[in-house]
């Protein structure tokens, strides 16, 4: 299982992002626009077409010029993280306001703050809007776990509020703006993470279960209210978001390599991670590697925004050459 409190371990390393190499076509060009974020974690494109990073050290959400990398804060005060992951794991805008997902801050932790979805009311005003921390623990899920108040991973905004997966108690979960939280889907130990939907289509990535196998990081599809799962692709290493890209692409990010015997929680080792699209016949092709732990991806036009645990935010242009 993935995200067991005691052995979250983040190593750090210095961060190497390179393009792989391509004999007969220009490789995407890759850049750091960012560094120095308090822990990188979820992202989202926003109002003004600029990038919204959590910093989950931090209890943060910043604003990011694409162009320029120059962050400002957006929202502060939210409850920081108390182990190496958790705290505010992902942003999303809904009619303009922003809601900020919070996880393994709870009492089964050692902590004292809600997990679940917080609405951005001000700079440093907050509601919280859906407790899915006590509700998941009043619900728990048929596979095994080891925190009741579950690992939420990611969010996006579907009909009249959110889906939310976690990557623990392996399920996605709906929750609406009056914080009614149901599931929607539950799995086995696949470790559900990253979300991308269009319209009442749901793209999921699986990390997989520890060791993360190539064979068990994939995208799948669902649709709310139905039991019919569809692999979309699989052979990303620890598969932590999923986009639709430049020309309607499906693009997935792959933390990387898993060391056999490290523990269970633990991220891909430092300088494995991949960008990586679905080649249309069930695998991916390689866009860009080497990537250091990254969390998150978005686009803005033919580049890809890729957010890293160690908190950096990378640019790689022209993902479509």
Do not use: C
């Not at 992202?43 to 050290?57: D, F, M, N």
């Not at 269009?198 to 990535?205: K, L, P, Q």
């Not at 991949?274 to 069930?282: A, C, P, S, V, Y």
């Amino acid at each position: 299982r993935l995200l067991a409190p005691a052995l979250l371990v983040l190593a750090l390393a210095g961060s190497v992002l390179v393009a792989p190499s391509a004999p007969a076509t220009a490789a995407p060009t890759a850049t750091r626009l960012v560094a120095g974020l308090a822990g990188g974690s979820g992202s989202t494109v926003g109002p003004g077409g600029a990038l919204y990073v959590t910093e989950r050290s931090a209890g943060r959400v910043s604003r990011v010029d694409p162009k320029t990398g120059a962050v400002t804060t957006y929202a502060s005060g939210l409850p920081p993280a108390i182990l190496p992951l958790g705290g505010a794991m992902d942003v999303a805008f809904f009619g303009g306001t922003a809601y900020v997902l919070v996880t393994l801050v709870g009492p089964d932790v050692g902590g004292s703050d809600v997990v679940g979805i917080y609405r951005v009311d001000g700079p440093d005003d907050f509601t919280v809007i859906a407790d899915i921390g006590t509700w998941s623990i009043d619900h728990p899920p048929a596979t095994a776990f080891d925190v009741p108040s579950g690992v939420q991973y990611a969010m996006d905004t579907f009909r009249n509020g959110f889906l939310v997966t976690d990557g623990h108690l392996n399920r996605v979960l709906g929750v609406t703006l009056d914080g009614t939280i149901t599931e929607v889907m539950a799995f086995g130990n696949i470790v559900p993470t990253g979300l991308q939907i269009r319209g009442n289509t749901v793209y999921m990535a699986e990390a997989g279960a520890t060791p993360h196998l190539p064979e068990d990081g994939k995208i799948v599809s669902f649709q709310p209210g139905s039991s019919s799962v569809t692999q979309v692709a699989s052979g990303g290493r620890l598969l932590v978001d999923v986009e639709f890209g430049p020309r309607h692409d499906l693009f997935a990010l792959a933390q990387g390599e898993f060391t056999p015997g490290n523990p269970a929680g633990a991220p891909a080792n430092p300088n494995t991670g991949e960008l990586l699209r679905d080649d249309g016949l069930g695998g991916f092709d390689v866009v860009a590697e080497g990537l250091n732990q990254p969390t998150s991806l978005e686009f803005i036009g033919k580049t890809a925004y890729v957010v890293t645990l160690g908190g950096e935010i990378w640019k790689i242009d022209d993902v479509t050459s």
